[in-house]
């Protein structure tokens, strides 16, 4: 089956410790994206890829960083968690031409301690 | 103003029940509107889109816009304890990101 695979699925970091979240996919989709969602809250977009082109959103932190080294997988760092980075993290996909229809991993769930 | 709004319940129902959920939005220009559904630990899946005003449906779903109020809802019929999930409401803003409301937490009592 086609799908969005997110790793680890629960992360535990030390506070300023580095940290990578990996996904990859194998819907063949030009659009990857990053969201963070904190307990009872939106998920909220980080950045997202168009192909190769990144698009950071105006309001994310200098403390996140992503690559996409080919089309199936997209990587997030965040290079010096604090306390309020602890969140679910979610990826996911679409198409170019249909940017509402995303198809979301399950998330890695990060927790600083 | 938020661009989404959502009361995040939670909402609980007996099995068998007629669910409604609903969304205001602010944005005139929005024209996609779509419903994830997210269940506990998991990322959200879409349930269905609708484009422009008018209803949708899908099985037991159906989505229903009314442009001239900035309304959208999801109906549930005959709502089962499977349906029991946070359920989003979502639009595109002019690039690629949704503008998610926070999500309503339904719960089916057998």
């Known amino acids: 089956d086609a799908m969005v695979i997110q790793n680890p699925r629960y992360q535990v970091t030390q506070f300023g410790k580095p940290v990578t979240l990996s996904c990859s996919q194998t819907l063949n989709h030009n659009v990857m994206y990053w969201y963070q969602q904190k307990s009872s809250q939106a998920p909220k977009l980080l950045f997202h890829y168009y192909d190769k082109d990144f698009n950071n959103e105006a309001d994310t932190p200098d403390n996140f960083q992503s690559r996409r080294p080919n089309t199936s997988f997209c990587f997030l760092d965040i290079r010096s968690p604090g306390l309020g980075d602890a969140a679910m993290y979610l990826c996911?996909?679409?198409?170019?031409?249909?940017?509402?229809?995303?198809?979301f991993g399950p998330g890695t769930r990060l927790t600083v301690l | 103003q938020k661009e989404v709004e959502q009361d995040p319940g939670p909402l609980s129902v007996p099995e068998g029940a007629i669910v409604s959920l609903n969304c205001t939005y602010s944005?005139?220009?929005?024209?996609?509107f779509m419903w994830y559904r997210q269940y506990s630990r998991k990322g959200p899946e879409l349930l269905m889109y609708?484009?422009?005003?008018g209803n949708k449906e899908d099985g037991r779903f159906t989505a229903q816009v009314d442009k001239s109020s900035k309304y959208i809802s999801l109906f549930i019929r005959d709502s089962q304890p499977s349906d029991s999930a946070t359920y989003l409401c979502?639009?595109?803003?002019?690039?690629?990101?949704?503008?998610f409301g926070k999500g309503t937490s339904l719960l089916v009592t057998p």
């Open positions: 979502a639009t595109p803003n002019s690039g690629y990101a949704l503008n």
């Open positions: 944005n005139s220009a929005f024209q996609y």
């Open positions: 609708t484009y422009s005003s």
């Open positions: 996911a996909t679409s198409r170019a031409q249909a940017g509402y229809e995303q198809f």
